[in-house]
């Protein structure tokens, strides 16, 4: 006598099964459990966002965008930050994409399979590497005896961010169909000529998403920073030959603080950085989305 | 005669001029070059790292050998070193955030692929995504502003009121130590992995788990024995990824694991690990075996990375391989 | 592909926004064209911070100093990353060889304070050195112990654990502080020691002064050492601690006035600077945790005649600064003693 799971009249005891019972209230409660872990992940995202915003909004006035950080005792802002961190990262992108974009090219276009593959596996251990490590690496060579400065900040970061966007752009020349440089061969373009004006104009969508998620990675780096450009002068400045202040390290110096209006200061300027973070990454969906509709 | 130049580089198509020729072979072999030395420049950089990191390491490491690994001590006045109790700090903190993390992240990713309809999944996925672009370092201002207290009068009192009798729990509650910094791993985890597990899980043939299904297995039963049989080994190389990242989280668990030196049972005590150690201390060294010292933790993280690194790697790779002769 | 551009458009323009509006912000600096960076002690960061518009009025100097803790002004000035360290603690002899001919000059003078968060106490807590060396070696662990009740018997004493903090971060408050309990109790000089970061066997670990003021005052039961400045501006209470001369003293500038009394005449080496724990000679209201704390410059520098005039203009002028933040300006022996090292600073 079949017996589908569905139909099973609860009064008939020949098809009552206890294990069916036990089987039932398992997918109940599993079901329950799964329901209960993605409301314990909202939950903690709203718990987390939502004491940022509370807590950051009254700092949020214009003397906190315009002031720099404060010294002792004194009112201020974070507008030395905000600069700071602008030309680092600017400087970050400009230091690395060039760089993956070469190195993805390479594995995409030129390496042999073995090469390609242990280009792949190059990459994804750079990305494994912390990013405190990377950040002592660059004191170690650059920062010792020449001093502090936002270009090694940049390079720092530019670090971490190499091998995000070389996997991105490999990603994304990949996906090109040969066809397309076959075709432009064929006309008698030359290989780099191909590769330059046929392929990545192609792959320009998909490179620049993979860029703006890792400036949205990077933006909240703090360790690198620390060892690099942390002793900055409290005042606005874009001299990149030394220290700059930087968010995430004001952040993360605010926090320390007994003063309740430097952890305020420091809840605004975590507001800042996650708004911040939270537009890139929905501009970068946006591209993709863009990119996946053509 | 045959005006096609087969000695030429592929591209260089038709023939021209013989300076043509040769310009068009320059282009070729400088942008050749040029992709060449980025690639071989980042696996260069990648064997500075390792190299320099071991340099500054040096001085540690030629005073107490492998020996440093398993030794319980940091004393900066006596200059004894060791990084037993950094490297206890570090396995404890994952492990916990571990266990907690990945059935949280097998939930989270069963729900937007079996449960929710596609108009909630959508939204939700989002969410868990944003939690990943949380910076670590506003997590460390949460966690020590908010969550650290929360932990110490809320959480841990609970925990010691019910479970009081295990060790884990003994001692007073704290709002920095070992069992907020596991907490706040978990929160860092916990988006990486679901995301990963739930591109598995969407994977899953649907044959397979329309089979069970139809063999009378409730949804469960066949998300169990398929899905995640299926997805193992991926959910291994998530599982690996996300205690990669655990493991190299320097400033949101210095913030909030209280920079202790010793090794304790109870989890709300202080501690530290190998990557919180290094970012408070590394700028104050006060010797050069000291300095040495935290280039050595650094060292051990290193290589602690990497194995798991690859690891996650040969499985993934292992696990595609498979999955194509399948 | 518009897309594309759109958005390397926007950041562009942010980018060049950035710029300008940093070089509009930062015009009136452009006109000081020297620029001198520090780092190290956040004991001296008060001070510091008040230094900073007057030393740029006065010869357009722009410094730049950042709190990173003693070790690291020390380890900075060593690896030359920065063109002066600030430290609490003076070099051992090790370090002054790694240095490579750098000066160790005083240029400050004040005391660490003993901050606590106990509420309902009904009045000033009264501590001294072999209570609080054995509380920060984990021997006392109640507020309501009876060496504290002992000390202070009008106190209503809670049933409380006390929770220790400490520096975590290489310190010249905890080379202080653990001078201090060194020079009282033998069990804690031999368990712990004296230096920047030493072995606490207990308590909770917290970076820079900032951090320590920040636990003690989340943490009811709290007790930590941090300089008297921090615990000013935060409105801690701090205790009284018991002095050779059986008085209980408190860090104002009188305290420290008398603490440091008993310097001979002429100041020949650092090592006489040690104040801590003074002798009974000293007074009744001596403080028996104040300390020295010190620039550290390198001799040969590209900055060193900058730094010198900085150094200079810190031991005289800038010690007007102090008082409202309880430094107690230099005395003048010691004011002779630095004059003499900064004649050591060349300059290339």
């Known amino acids: 006598m079949s017996t589908v799971a569905e139909t099973i009249d609860p009064y008939d005891i020949t098809q009552r099964s206890n294990g069916l019972r036990r089987r039932r209230i398992t997918e109940k409660l599993m079901g329950v459990l799964a329901i209960g872990s993605a409301l314990a992940a909202v939950g903690i995202l709203a718990l987390v966002l939502g004491t940022v915003i509370y807590k950051g909004i009254d700092a949020l006035d214009a003397d906190f965008f315009t002031q720099p950080r404060p010294l002792f005792g004194a009112e201020g802002g974070i507008a030395d930050a905000l600069v700071g961190s602008a030309l680092i990262v600017a400087m970050c992108v400009i230091f690395a994409v060039p760089v993956a974009v070469l190195v993805a090219i390479y594995m995409a276009e030129y390496a042999s399979p073995r090469v390609s593959v242990f280009l792949r596996i190059v990459l994804d251990v750079l990305n494994g590497v912390p990013a405190i490590v990377v950040g002592i690496f660059i004191f170690g060579i650059l920062v010792v005896g020449h001093g502090q400065s936002a270009i090694f900040g940049a390079l720092a970061l530019a670090i971490l961010m190499l091998p995000m966007v070389a996997r991105a752009t490999q990603e994304v020349l990949e996906v090109i169909p040969r066809s397309l440089r076959e075709a432009s061969l064929a006309l008698g373009v030359t290989k780099w000529r191909t590769t330059t004006s046929i392929v990545l104009p192609a792959a320009v969508g998909g490179i620049l998403t993979g860029v703006v998620i890792a400036v949205a990675r990077v933006a909240g780096e703090t360790a690198p920073l620390l060892f690099t450009s942390s002793i900055a002068a409290n005042q606005v400045s874009t001299d990149v030959f030394h220290a700059l202040p930087t968010l995430p390290v004001a952040i993360f110096t605010f926090a320390d603080s007994a003063d309740p209006a430097d952890q305020a200061r420091g809840w605004a300027a975590a507001l800042v950085l996650i708004v911040f973070v939270l537009v890139t990454n929905i501009l970068a969906k946006v591209f993709s989305r863009g990119r996946a509709g053509r | ?326 | 592909m518009k897309k594309a551009l759109v958005a390397t458009f926007a950041l562009a323009a942010l980018v060049a926004i950035a710029l300008v509006s940093g070089r509009a912000a930062a015009a009136p600096a452009a006109t000081q064209d020297t620029s001198l960076t520090g780092t190290g002690s956040s004991f001296v960061f008060p001070l510091v911070s008040k230094w900073i518009p007057a030393v740029g009025q006065a010869y357009g100097i722009n410094l730049t100093y950042s709190l990173t803790g003693s070790g690291a002004g020390i380890a900075g000035v060593t690896a030359r990353t920065v063109d002066f360290g600030a430290s609490d603690a003076p070099l051992s002899a090790d370090q002054l060889t790694a240095c490579k001919s750098c000066v160790v000059i005083p240029w400050a003078l004040s005391a660490t304070s003993i901050p606590y968060n106990v509420p309902g106490l009904g009045g000033r807590l009264r501590i001294d050195g072999a209570t609080l060396s054995n509380i920060y070696l984990g021997k006392i662990t109640n507020w309501n112990d009876a060496a504290i009740k002992k000390l202070n018997p009008k106190l209503s004493l809670p049933n409380l654990k006390i929770t220790p903090v400490f520096r975590s971060d290489s310190s010249g408050t905890t080379y202080n502080f653990t001078e201090y309990l060194s020079s009282v109790s033998s069990e804690f000089r031999s368990k712990v020691g004296n230096n920047t970061a030493v072995n606490f066997p207990t308590g909770v670990g917290a970076r820079g002064s900032a951090g320590v003021a920040g636990v003690v005052s989340k943490t009811e039961g709290a007790l930590t050492y941090v300089d008297v400045a921090y615990s000013l501006t935060n409105h801690f209470t701090f205790a009284a601690i018991k002095n050779r001369a059986g008085a209980y003293a408190l860090p104002g500038l009188r305290g420290i006035k008398q603490a440091v009394s008993q310097l001979p005449k002429k100041v020949t080496s650092l090592s006489q600077l040690k104040i801590v724990d003074p002798p009974k000679s000293a007074g009744k209201q001596a403080y028996p945790i104040s300390t020295f704390t010190y620039v550290i410059v390198p001799t040969n520098s590209k900055s060193a005649g900058d730094v010198r005039k900085l150094v200079y203009w810190a031991v005289t002028q800038g010690q007007q600064f102090g008082p409202p933040l309880l430094f107690q300006p230099l005395p003048v022996t010691v004011q002779a003693f630095a004059y003499r090292e900064i004649k050591k600073i060349q300059g290339v």
């Open chain 2, 1 to 326: 005669m045959s005006t096609i130049d087969d000695s030429a580089a592929p591209g260089a198509g038709l023939a021209g001029t013989g300076l043509e020729r040769r310009g068009l072979r320059l282009g070729d072999t400088l942008f050749r070059g040029v992709a060449l030395a980025a690639s071989a420049g980042s696996a260069f950089l990648l064997g500075w790292i390792a190299f320099k990191v071991l340099d500054l390491a040096w001085p540690s490491i030629e005073e107490f050998g492998l020996s440093f690994i398993w030794t319980d001590a940091w004393d900066p006045v006596t200059e004894q070193f060791g990084a037993l109790a950094f490297v206890y700090g570090t396995a404890l903190t994952s492990a916990i955030a571990l266990v907690l993390a990945v059935p949280i992240s097998i939930g989270i990713a069963l729900f937007l692929t079996e449960l929710a309809p596609r108009r909630v999944a959508a939204p939700i996925a989002t969410m868990v995504e944003l939690l990943a672009a949380i910076p670590s370092v506003v997590l460390g201002l949460w966690g020590i502003l908010v969550f650290g207290p929360w932990v110490a009068q809320h959480l841990e009192p609970l925990l010691q009121n019910y479970l009081g009798f295990l060790p884990i729990f003994s001692g007073s509650p704290s709002q920095a130590g070992i069992l907020p910094a596991a907490l706040v791993l978990t929160i860092m985890i916990v988006p990486i992995a679901s995301a990963i597990c739930r591109e598995l899980f969407l994977r899953v043939p649907r044959d397979l788990t329309d089979g069970a299904l139809a063999l009378g297995s409730t949804r469960w039963e066949s998300i169990r024995g398929v899905t995640l049989a299926y997805a193992a080994p991926g959910i291994a190389a998530a599982v690996l990824l996300g205690l990669g990242r655990a493991f190299g989280e320097a400033i949101a668990v210095t913030q909030v694991i209280g920079g202790g030196n010793s090794i304790n049972v109870s989890w709300f005590a202080t501690g530290d690990t190998l990557a919180s150690r290094i970012a408070s201390q590394y700028q104050g060294a006060t010797s050069q075996l000291q300095a040495g010292s935290i280039l050595y933790l650094a060292a051990i993280l290193m290589a602690i990375s990497l194995v798991t690194n690859v690891v996650a790697q040969v499985i993934v790779r292992r696990f595609e391989k498979a999955r194509r002769a399948a």
